[in-house]
T-cell receptor, first 115, second 114 residues
Framework: DQQVKQNSPSLSVQEGRISILNCDYTNSMFDYFLWYKKYPAEGPTFLISISSIKDKNEDGRFTVFLNKSAKHLSLHIVPSQPGDSAVYFCAASATGVTNAGKSTFGDGTTLTVKP | NAGVTQTPKFQVLKTGQSMTLQCAQDMNHNSMYWYRQDPGMGLRLIYYSASEGTTDKGEVPNGYNVSRLNKREFSLRLESAAPSQTSVYFC?????????????FGEGSRLTVL
């Protein structure tokens, strides 16, 4: 029973266009969500997060949208750059920021941005 | 700052052998974690330590033990390695409840059990 699902294993977009990565969750207790980015042979790095009291959070080119009723969140990258090519993990916490380190992770989506 | 440092980066073991993965962080974080990542899958929590002197099981603790040696160091031990433990292991730390609560990860340790 996978509680956090990233149904698209891969996504390819052209440089300058928008990348949209999706994540669905089943546990209604999740109240805090994070996105991590991972390059090959490196550890994941934090990208952006959102609390369940919000429906949008923006940081530069990255925006995360949360639809609680649909148990769905998405990460938008605009404009996409070749350096954004990486694996993106969605993660969810049922105890807010306090225990965000114990998040449940999705399987990841590999984003390829073509020049 | 080095952040989170893991050793070794690569290790090959035979079934039944034991080994310890070492992890140290220099960010003065209270919480530390061990995750594993199998091919095509997300990260799964093995054990975590919310603060110095405490450890707790995560999602997949069987076959592992941990020690929070001090605030900086958190080790993961495989007592009798099995092929199912072939994976990439990530140590992470966080300043729980502060800011975004994000995890800071090490570069990973790739373990192969034959």
């Amino acid at each position: 029973d996978q509680q956090v699902k990233q149904n698209s294993p891969s996504l390819s977009v052209q440089e300058g266009r928008i990348s949209i990565l999706n994540c669905d969750y089943t546990n209604s207790m999740f109240d805090y969500f994070l996105w991590y980015k991972k390059y090959p042979a490196e550890g994941p790095t934090f990208l952006i997060s959102i609390s369940s009291i919000k429906d949008k959070n923006e940081d530069g080119r990255f925006t995360v949208f949360l639809n609680k009723s649909a148990k769905h969140l998405s990460l938008h990258i605009v404009p996409s750059q070749p350096g954004d090519s990486a694996v993106y993990f969605c993660a969810a916490s049922a105890t807010g920021v306090t225990n965000a380190g114990k998040s449940t992770f999705g399987d990841g989506t590999t984003l390829t941005v073509k020049p | 700052n080095a952040g989170v440092t893991q050793t070794p980066k690569f290790q090959v073991l035979k079934t039944g052998q034991s080994m310890t993965l070492q992890c140290a962080q220099d960010m003065n974080h209270n919480s530390m974690y061990w995750y594993r990542q199998d091919p095509g899958m997300g990260l799964r929590l093995i054990y975590y330590s919310a603060s110095e002197g405490t450890t707790d099981k995560g999602e997949v603790p069987n076959g592992y033990n941990v020690s929070r040696l001090n605030k900086r160091e958190f080790s993961l031990r495989l007592e009798s390695a099995a092929p199912s433990q072939t994976s990439v292991y990530f140590c992470a730390s966080s300043d729980s409840g502060v800011g975004t609560g994000e995890l800071f990860f090490g570069e990973g340790s790739r373990l192969t059990v034959l």
